[in-house]
């Protein structure tokens, strides 16, 4: 079961926040979020372990509820690079990956 | 620099013709994926591997088939049984357990219908 994103679409002035909420239907052990640039690869942004380990490597914060099976994004002063689309992926099986329904986020100067 | 590279870029198939396309990793990892990506749509796993001369299904598997003979390498052919294969295909790769590893990604191929 892909687990599901809101919102669908966010449009945002440069310097405002934006929450990315991922849901999922199955245990979750960890989550991951990428982000998409159009006709681009996605990239790395967080691993949230279960336990609360984080990893990642941007100024972008996340958090992990394993009660709620749910994990959100936190994007805080937003620039206009953060425009594209953000995923959710989450682990159904030691390396079987399902990745989420995708956030399209658009910063406007 | 290491990285994923996926060749060709844009790729055209006509009727009744399989099409493969390449994957090449230099960066050691021994995890590698294929995905497909339907426009305005997340990823859809197709095959993955975890070590070399074994790979798995994923959800889409049915019309496309792959091999993974070194570890650098983890082609995907698209047969004429995949009767939809107009999509952005993306295939990554992974040190070791996706639980705790991040996926890295190549450019991606875009594959259409002539």
């Known amino acids: 079961q892909q687990p599901v994103q809101s919102p669908q679409a966010v449009i945002l002035r440069e310097g405002e926040d934006a929450v990315i909420n991922c849901s999922s239907s199955?245990?979750?052990?960890?989550v991951h979020w990428y982000r998409q640039k159009h006709g681009e690869a996605p990239v790395f942004l967080m691993i949230l372990l279960k336990g609360g380990e984080q990893k990642g490597h941007e100024k972008i914060s996340a958090s992990f509820n394993e009660k709620k099976q749910q994990s959100s994004l936190y994007l805080t002063a937003s620039q206009l690079s953060y425009s594209g689309t953000y995923f959710c992926g989450v682990a159904s099986g030691t390396y079987k990956y399902i990745f989420g329904t995708g956030t399209r986020l658009k910063v406007l100067a | 620099d290491g990285g994923i590279t996926q060749s060709p870029k844009y790729l055209f198939r006509k009727e009744g013709q399989n099409v493969t396309l390449s994957c090449e990793q230099n960066l050691n990892h021994d995890a590698m994926y294929w995905y497909r990506q339907d426009p305005g749509q997340g990823l859809r796993l197709i095959y993955y591997s975890q070590i070399v001369n074994d790979f798995q299904k994923g959800d889409i598997a049915e019309g496309y088939s792959v091999s993974r003979e070194k570890k650098e390498s983890f082609p995907l052919t698209v047969t004429s049984a995949q009767k939809n294969p107009t999509a952005f295909y993306l295939c990554?790769?992974?040190?070791?357990?996706?639980?705790?590893?991040?996926?890295?990604f190549g450019d991606g191929t875009r594959l259409s219908i002539l």
């Open positions: 199955k245990a979750l052990y960890s």
């Open positions: 990554a790769s992974s040190i070791g357990e996706t639980l705790n590893q991040p996926q890295h």
